[in-house]
């Protein structure tokens, strides 16, 4: 199968231009910004005489030498009194709950002498069940943030707490006296001490009101449910039950409602088991998303069609079931086509299936609820009778609360986690909040919203912070301080508290409410401190009473009027423009709240690589029609467009994405954030699209029908590492085949490659590739640490380039070394397009056929592959040969050592490796002034303390690549020793394979018979990179199924 | 913790020697049965002197009681004293916060007379602590003084007089030849001068010149070889530390575990300076040191913002700057619980005797050579843990395989010599 495929990483690789050629062979680029380093004057005005020069180099010399002959004296400084839990040099690792008001997750936090420096995910958490994303994993930086505020804010100037406390204290009295409305101002808000603190201040304060208002906004989900079921609720989704998955523009997997979880779900569904089942996924959308390159099928589909298309399925399936139709908009045949073939699929699954939307509009959610009670799913894939609360916020409350602060009858404002300065649509907001006599901001930066208010009273990172979480009905959760407050902030909860009058600490409050809420709902423990330390222990508390069984849902369409819908759904559809815009959130950056956060905006996105910058994606054929320029490579620049919609316009670079619908572009959220939030996000660029955005049908639509776009003179540098590290045409890399094949030959598509042995031999024997070899085996009497990855898991969301950044202390290198193809993260993830050469082509010819194949626009059944690549550990190592001092070497148990005191760099290793894994170390990124404002994990001495003592911070001229975390591998072996037992299976995991949600990556010693590696191993669908190397990895990869059935 | 309290010993002898000559003669005799009731009862909350511990310090003890019949009571049950409404009782009960003092009822009054007797002649005999008294001996004192002249002075010495030598005979050579040739009626040769003559005798010498500027290069080379490989190694490095703590009276003289203040050994990768809380464990209760006397210990009390005599902790806590003596670089990950717990080393095979050491020196060079060299020759238990029962087996069946059944498996077989088990 995949020999009749083409694989190519971008559109630039597969037109194989000379210049692109010439580029790629280069897989350093040389020149280095002497300029940048010593400053503009050294260039002309400056001049060293000979002379002077040999004196310089007499003199230097001899003081290195002098001062290499003298240690400097090193002080240590042990504790005055040690606290009891902390052994220097032994980490402690705390359980704890995040929550940014967008992504929920229970996470174990790893302290090393009281700095939290590594996020893992908490496995005995039953909602996110160990798993983590991009941006948990880099929250932990954000701690370190110098740019947080460190004081509460009057008026925009440093106060004091007891001055703010007064006034705001005094103020709320008058406007309460003299009934003047108050609003408390959040994105979603799931702790019930939260909750309980903002009734306490309602109860203080009669006319508070409290509004929920989410950046991107699920109201429509919600107010469908409340016409639906009577609740305004997200249920409870189960991706796992589903054999057939369907999405209408929703990126389940990385932004909608709940992604890890989804993630999680996901990953069991599509993990090939021993039914030989692999559920299958079926997804319309208009831009490229993570979830859509996962697809089995998908239908690039415009906009405006995408909810006429859903109204489609209903016929479709209504027509099986013998119901009525509804009045539907046409859609185009391509995407009729698809409806229908899904209608098949999912009719052939009901109740195993699932239709999910990303749909802000109520009437299309609304529909989508009936599709999926008509496919009997509730129940099975969703649970309505339990509840997600992770999303709550409601447009319409937002709208009138905007309306209300326009006409001057809120009086005061206090908002917590939001910051609708930046992401609410129109500049009414803005307008509206210097109408308010009283705006208190909680924001821990001077952001957007921050900076307009009265008073900012910034609230700890929730890493310092105590709080409490429900994000599920019956799964609770704990938040505990792994650090002492950094800064002189408060939790937003305390200061409510104590506006209240209430001046009980937060961490008194919770403890409280959990003595009188919690604890009666267990009857496990007795003492109600046991009860607490098991709960903070644990991170979690799942009360089984509350979680009601997931069957029995009352019929949706009983309670509303669905033609109507239809109706309304057909009119927010029309009005089409010659392009059509879809907003859409990156996997990294999500909605812009981590914007500060250096090692997401360095976090190539997972569909165009691009690193630091906002762009419009287009599709490849319009591009062409436009003109502009659709190769990117590393130097080649982009054409700026503007782009008009809404009554709002931005000049971004275009960028192609195959995948792209035609006459749609997409722009991510999240970018164009204030200067003030901090150094990262001053280096950005790229314009906010929440402008873009605008309210249909009472709910904010993150699209627009009207869109035009201009080719501007200008052009832009973007920074993408699309093509750096490419393993130059190399075949065999990407290996799939479908399940049907699978079933029949489990070695489909993973044939070996067969070659000649030697002439004197037998001229017509063949052997496979990896059985003719030179090298002599290494013993393997201990340990042999391996790793598998299985493509079929791997749905490319980047948790583990992320959690690798964080574990092994990889340095952030900033855009214009990105541009240089020296980007240090260890792992990568190869995202390959693949296009069908099949024999349906064959009538055009061979030059036709391949011309043809090559134009992405055709490809509508484009295919998109991810492939986690680190260094492979290979046993037959080629760059251990060819290191000139033995820098590199191999240990015995499968390990490809980098010395790097050892290493001289020669980059002879780089050269002579097939994966392009070594990464080189071209600057002292850890104090060249260069990288200060993009490395602060290794700069800035509030973030340096992020760093793991335990990972050696490499210096300039050293080559570095994946250990396969051998600190932690030391560790869990020493942990054995000591505690004289066997290691294992699963007492060691790589910072990779514990991030991964979807266990995609599994790590374990394959000499362990028992062990999950060792019996992967034997898997029909193993195979190496490039086998015909014969390097003998100790990394291995499990072929690609993808459910064509 | 077994601590040995010599000095007490000590001072308690000359005391007795010095009671035999005077009119206390008696008295002492009781006070020997006092002093042992008195380590074994009292010593841990009181001391002989006016020094306060838990309890007040006794000195003068008598004149302050009402008498010894209280003395009694009190030492039976000092609450039964102090709820009876006891004036004094409930007087010295407040002055010691309140902290109740344990009761002995197995002493009989015999005893507690005897422990006040002894009281009393051990204060009369006790060293008044004053800050002269510090002064006495710094502890490195000690160990400065070695042997009279350096052997490099003598060899400089020696140096200089064959040089003289070298000179009264070449002078004397010259003299005598002079005297010959003046005798076979030849010219005298001419008087060079010592840079002249020595020119001379090189360009007569030519091979002999050869082989020593051939020798002078080498060792010179080799000398150059050795100062450069000596770079960052700080074999015998000797700071001087803010306190002068010394391990030879703390792990020497009183037999401390090195783990009861390292306590880090055991189970981290470093095997930590002990916090200030660690030493108040025993410098609660021993105020004054062996050699120096209050001034060391009291730097500890300011690093806590301890005060002695309250016995109170204030709160401006400064830590304790100590110079660091074993300099890994951060390119080398060494983990002490590996060698300490695992391999079950002593903490001397690679810190040398710090129980003989008044100012610790790095005993070891630290150097990779150093480290790999015991890992090449040091063997490796496996019997004695199942981590290593699979690889035990494995390499008894290669060795076996290989004819060499009883060979040794030593760290590097198990691959401790491979960069990545100390770098990364």
């Known amino acids: 199968m995949s020999k009749t495929k083409h694989y190519w990483k971008g559109i630039e690789e597969k037109e194989n231009s000379p210049a692109f050629i010439k580029q790629k062979e280069k897989e350093f680029s040389d020149f280095i910004p002497v300029d940048e380093i010593f400053g503009k004057q050294s260039k002309n005005s400056s001049q060293t005489p000979r002379r002077d020069f040999l004196k310089f180099l007499g003199f230097s010399v001899t003081a290195a030498t002098i001062a290499a002959c003298e240690a400097p004296v090193q002080k240590t400084i042990p504790y005055v009194i040690k606290p009891e839990e902390i052994t220097p040099g032994v980490a402690n690792w705390y359980a704890s709950s995040f929550f940014d008001g967008t992504d929920y997750c229970s996470v174990i936090v790893k302290t090393r002498e009281g700095r939290p420096i590594k996020i893992e995910g908490n496995k005995l958490s039953k909602v996110t069940n160990g798993a983590t994303n991009a941006r948990v994993q880099a929250s932990v930086l954000s701690l370190y943030d110098s740019a947080r505020l460190k004081k509460p804010y009057k008026d925009k100037k440093e106060s004091s707490w007891e001055i703010v406390d007064k006034d705001i204290k005094d103020k709320l009295a008058a406007l309460a006296g003299s009934n003047g409305n108050i609003v408390i101002l959040t994105s979603s808000v799931c702790s019930p001490s939260t909750k309980k603190a903002i009734a306490d201040f309602t109860t203080k304060y009669p006319t508070v009101k409290h509004v929920t208002y989410d950046a991107v906004s699920y109201s429509g989900m919600l107010d469908a449910n409340q016409q639906c079921f009577g609740t305004r609720v997200l249920p409870v989704y189960h991706f796992e039950n589903a054999d057939c998955i369907v999405s209408f523009g929703a990126d389940f997997l990385t932004n909608w409602v709940a992604p890890i979880e989804h993630a999680v779900q996901y990953g069991k569904a599509r993990k090939l088991d021993s039914r030989n089942k692999v559920a299958q996924h079926i997804q319309f959308e208009t831009n490229l998303s993570v979830s859509g390159s996962n697809a089995d099928f998908r239908y690039p589909t415009k906009v405006s069609e995408l909810d006429a298309a859903i109204v489609c399925l209903y016929n479709a399936l209504a027509k099986k079931e013998g119901s009525a139709a509804l009045k539907c908009n046409p859609v185009e045949a391509k995407v009729m086509t698809g409806v229908e073939k899904t209608a098949e699929r999912l009719w052939a699954n009901r109740g195993k299936s699932l239709v999910v939307s990303g749909s802000n509009n109520a009437a299309t959610q609304c529909i989508v609820n009936a599709i999926n009670y008509k496919l009997a799913n509730y129940g099975t894939t969703i649970d309505m009778n339990n509840a997600s609360m992770v999303k709550q916020g409601s447009d319409a409350d937002m709208a009138q609360l905007v309306k209300d602060m326009n006409s001057g009858s809120v009086a005061a404002v206090l908002m917590y986690n939001a910051n609708p300065a930046y992401s609410y ?11 308010v006599k009283l705006s208190v901001s909680f924001s821990d930066k001077m952001d957007e919203t921050s900076s307009l208010c009265n008073y900012i ?85 799942i009360v089984e009473s509350e979680i009601k069984p997931a069957e029995g849902v009352v019929a949706p369409a009983a309670t509303m009027d669905i033609q109507a819908m239809a109706t309304q ?17 990156k996997t990294g950056l999500g909605n812009g709240n981590h914007a500060n956060n250096p090692w997401l905006q360095e976090f190539p996105d997972p569909i165009t690589k691009i690193v630091w910058d906002n762009y419009v994606t287009m599709s490849p054929k319009d591009m062409d029609e436009m003109g502009l320029h659709t190769l990117l490579g590393q130097n080649e620049e982009t054409n700026v467009v503007k782009l008009t919609a809404n009554g709002f316009s931005v000049s971004l670079p275009a960028v192609p994405v195959p995948g792209q619908k035609e006459g749609t572009v997409g722009v991510a959220l999240g970018y164009g954030r204030s200067k003030s939030i901090g150094k990262v996000a001053e280096v950005t660029n790229g314009a906010n699209a929440f402008s873009f955005a605008s309210f249909v049908n009472g709910n904010i639509q993150y699209a627009a029908l009207n869109a035009t776009l201009e080719k501007t003179e200008a052009v832009y540098q973007i920074a993408t590492t699309q093509t750096s590290h490419t393993m130059m045409g190399r075949e065999e890399l990407v290996r799939e085949s479908t399940l049907e094949e699978y079933i029949k030959n489990p070695k489909a598509g993973n044939e070996p490659e067969m070659v000649s042995v030697s002439e004197d031999i037998d001229p017509s024997k063949k052997l496979p590739s990896n059985k003719a070899n030179l090298w002599e085996d290494h013993e393997r009497n201990g340990n042999f640490w391996n790793m598998s990855i299985d493509l079929n898991s791997c749905i490319g969301c980047g948790a583990c380039v992320i959690g690798c950044t964080s574990e092994n202390n990889v340095p952030v290198v900033g855009k214009d070394e990105v541009q240089r193809v020296r980007e240090m993260h260890w792992l990568r993830i190869d995202r390959y397009y693949s296009s069908d050469t099949t024999k349906e082509n064959k009538e055009l010819g061979v030059v036709a056929r391949y011309a043809a194949m090559e134009k992405p626009s055709m490809a509508d059944s484009l295919e998109v592959m991810f492939q986690p690549v680190m260094c492979q550990h290979c046993n037959h190592a080629p760059c251990e040969t060819v290191c000139p001092v033995a820098a590199t070497s191999h240990s015995s148990d499968g390990l490809n050592q980098m010395a790097y005191n050892r290493c001289i760099g020669t980059r002879y290793c780089a050269n002579n490796c097939p994966y392009k894994v070594r990464r080189f170390n071209w600057f002292n990124y850890n104090n060249n002034d ?88 034997e898997d029909p669908r193993q195979y190496n990179l490039l086998d015909s190397y014969d390097t003998q990895p100790s990394v291995f990869y499990l072929t690609k199924l993808r459910n064509k059935a | 913790m077994t601590l040995n309290f010599t000095l007490f010993r000590k001072i308690f002898q000359s005391t007795l020697f010095l009671l035999l000559l005077n009119i206390f003669f008696i008295t002492a005799l009781y006070a020997a049965d006092g002093e042992k009731l008195f380590k074994a009862n009292c010593k841990a909350c009181h001391t002989t002197t006016s020094a306060k511990l838990t309890g007040p310090g006794l000195k003068d003890v008598e004149k302050r009681i009402p008498s010894r019949e209280w003395a009694h009571k009190w030492v039976h049950g000092s609450q039964d004293l102090v709820k009876s409404g006891d004036a ?121 010149t050869a082989l020593g500027v051939i020798v002078v290069l080498l060792w010179g080379m080799k000398g150059c070889w050795d100062s450069l490989s000596q770079i960052g190694v700080n074999q015998n490095y000797e700071p001087e530390q803010p306190i002068a703590f010394s391990h030879k009276i703390h792990a020497g003289d009183n037999g401390i575990a090195c783990v009861y203040c ?40 300011a690093s806590l913002d301890y005060d002695p005599n309250t016995q109170k902790y204030g709160p401006n806590k400064k830590p304790l700057e100590w110079v660091r003596v074993h300099n890994l670089p951060d390119f080398a990950y060494f983990n002490h619980s590996q060698h300490v717990t695992v391999a079950n080393l002593e903490c001397q095979r690679c810190h040398g005797p710090v129980e003989t050491m008044d100012t610790l020196k790095q005993f070891s060079p630290l150097t990779m050579g150093w480290c790999i060299d015991c890992h090449r020759t040091t063997e490796v238990k496996m019997a004695d843990n199942p981590y290593y029962e699979d690889f035990h087996k494995n390499l008894m069946k290669k060795f076996e395989a290989e004819g060499e059944p009883n060979k040794k498996i030593t760290v590097e077989t198990m691959g401790g010599t491979e960069c990545n088990k100390c770098h990364y």
Not at chain 2, 177 to 194: F, I, M, R, S
Not at chain 2, 266 to 288: D, F, L, R, W, Y
Request: charged share 20%; with cysteine.
């Open chain 2, 262 to 301: 390292h306590f880090g050994a055991e189970k981290s990768k470093t095997a930590g300076i002990p916090p200030a809380n660690v030493c108040m464990n025993c410098h609660k209760a021993i105020t004054s040191g062996t050699k120096t006397g209050t001034k060391e210990i009291s730097k500890i009390y």
């Open chain 1, 930 to 1017: 260069k990288f200060a404002a993009f490395n602060p994990a290794q700069q800035d001495e509030f973030s340096r303390m992020v760093l793991n003592p335990d990972v050696v911070v490499r210096s300039r001229g050293v080559m570095e690549k994946c250990s396969m975390c051998v600190q932690r591998i030391q560790a869990g072996v020493l942990e054995a020793k000591k505690q004289m037992r066997k290691i294992k299976d699963g007492d060691i995991q790589t910072a990779c394979a514990q991030a991964c949600p979807t266990n995609a990556i599994t790590f374990g010693n394959s000499n362990d018979k028992t062990s999950d590696v060792a019996m992967l191993k």
């Open chain 2, 88 to 208: 004094y009782a409930n007087k010295i009960f407040q002055e010691n916060n309140n902290s109740i003092m344990s009761a002995f009822p197995a002493l009989s009054d015999a005893d507690v007379d005897a422990i006040l007797d002894y009281v009393k002649v051990a204060a009369a005999a006790a060293p008044i602590p004053t800050a002269g008294s510090a002064n006495q001996t710094s502890v490195s004192d000690g160990t400065t003084t070695e042997s009279g002249i350096d052997t490099e002075y003598v060899l400089m010495g020696l140096l200089v007089v064959l040089i003289i030598l070298v000179l009264v005979l070449g002078g004397l050579k010259k003299t005598l030849q002079d005297a010959v040739n003046k005798k076979h009626g030849l010219p005298t040769e001419p008087d060079l001068g010592p840079v002249d003559s020595i020119k001379v005798w090189f360009s007569r010498n030519k091979r002999l």
């Open chain 1, 457 to 541: 009273c910034p609230d700890t990172h929730f890493l310092e912070s105590w709080n409490d979480y429900n994000p599920q009905t019956g799964h609770y959760s704990l938040t505990q301080p792994t650090i002492r407050p950094l800064f002189n902030s408060r939790s937003a909860q305390e200061s409510l508290l104590k506006w209240s009058g209430n001046d009980q600490d937060y961490h008194s409050y919770i403890k409280a409410n959990w003595q009188a809420g919690m604890f009666g709902k267990q009857s496990m423990l007795v003492l109600f401190e046991d009860f607490w330390n098991r709960c903070l222990q644990d991170g979690v508390f």
């Open chain 1, 425 to 435: 649509p129109t500049k009414d907001f803005e307008n509206g909040l210097k109408k």
């Open chain 1, 569 to 585: 759904v057909a009119k927010a559809s029309e009005g089409k423009g010659k392009f059509e815009l879809a907003l859409y959130q």
